[in-house]
């Protein structure tokens, strides 16, 4: 168990935050094949304050998902602090503030990452978002800017002064990226650092890995992102199936969440084919199934699909 402010979380496997990914149906998806925590995708402080549709689809939101973290991201204190007050109308269990992002779209305008560069404006951020707060805000970091400026820990005692409940940390830096390996000797470093708690991120593929991540940095929690795709099976023990047939209950129940909480599954069938496609990633004959998934057109012939595979797979 971990206690992020007033929230305790069952599990201290949380789901990270993933662009064009964790949304309604699979972040439910991963909470209950285990996730303690899951982060929304990214939304825009700006596009939150003007109402702009695609950023208010991001909010969806329901009680079978709780605990839900809404993530936001920006470089104005005041927008940051404005988007947190209305976020407040939504009830969020935790709000946490984006400065880990490396894509380049986030950090020319001076949010993410590049808040690494910029403690000032970070601090002000991070004051503006929790007064306008009604529940815990947690904030999500890097290691640094570069390998020559690992400035992280400064970033962590200033996150706690300024009332931050916990703090999420990918170990690598701005410019790393997603390449290189996670440093979790900086994670273990934080943790020791300040008194509220850590959640390391970086390089978890598996549950044990997990488990050891946790165990050997001291962190109190640990956050899974790109393996958890085709695999919500991560957030516990039982580890992704073996068979066919245990992937495809898998991978049905999560195209019927898709059917029960998007509003026209048809419009985004091309998203939902490549998340589809890596439930079969290590199995036999996993490519011909992955073709046979991105050559269908429409969202019934894809659920027919699957009816058919499993039919195929028990003859």
């Known amino acids: 168990m971990i206690t992020i402010g007033s929230l305790s979380l069952q599990n201290r496997l949380i ?15 991963c909470r209950e094949y285990g996730a303690g925590l899951c982060v929304t995708e990214m939304i825009s402080c700006h596009g939150l304050v003007y109402n702009q549709a695609n950023t208010l689809r991001l909010l969806a939101s329901c009680c079978s998902e709780r605990p839900v973290s809404f993530q ?4 104005d204190p005041a927008v940051m602090g404005e988007a947190a007050a209305r976020l407040n109308s939504f009830s969020p269990d935790i709000i946490d503030i984006n400065m880990g992002c490396p894509v380049k779209k986030v950090t ?12 000032v404006n970070a601090e002000q951020i991070i004051r503006a978002v929790v007064a306008s707060a009604r529940c815990p805000v947690t904030v999500k970091l890097r290691s640094g800017p570069d390998l020559r400026t690992i400035n992280v ?3 962590a005692r200033m996150s706690e002064a300024q009332g931050i409940a916990a703090v999420a940390l990918h170990g690598r830096t701005w410019s790393q990226g997603f390449s290189g390996a996670a440093d979790w000797q900086i994670i273990a470093e934080v943790k020791r650092t300040i008194s509220i708690p850590v959640i390391g991120n970086g390089d978890i593929c598996t549950y044990a ?6 165990a050997q940095s001291g962190c109190d929690a640990a956050m ?11 957030f516990n023990p039982g580890d992704k199936p073996k068979t066919l047939q245990g992937v495809l ?9 898709i059917e029960q909480y998007s509003a026209n599954p048809g419009q985004t069938t091309a998203s939902i084919k490549n998340h589809l496609g890596r439930y ?11 073709k046979r998934i991105y050559e269908t057109k429409s969202w019934e012939s894809l659920q027919g699909l699957l009816h058919t595979i499993s039919q195929e797979s028990t003859t």
């Open 72 to 75: 936001l991201f920006g470089s």
């Open 153 to 155: 820990k400064e970033f």
């Open 209 to 214: 890995e997990a488990m050891q991540r946790i």
């Open 108 to 119: 020319k305008r001076g949010a993410g990452a590049a808040l690494m560069t910029d403690i």
């Open 280 to 290: 079969f990633s290590g199995l036999r004959g996993s490519s011909a199934i992955r």
């Open 15 to 29: 789901l990270a935050p993933l662009a064009g990914y964790s949304n309604l149906p699979f972040r439910i998806l």
């Open 249 to 257: 209950r898998g991978a049905n129940r999560h195209l019927c969440l």
């Open 224 to 234: 899974i992102g790109r393996a958890a795709l085709g695999n919500p099976w991560v």
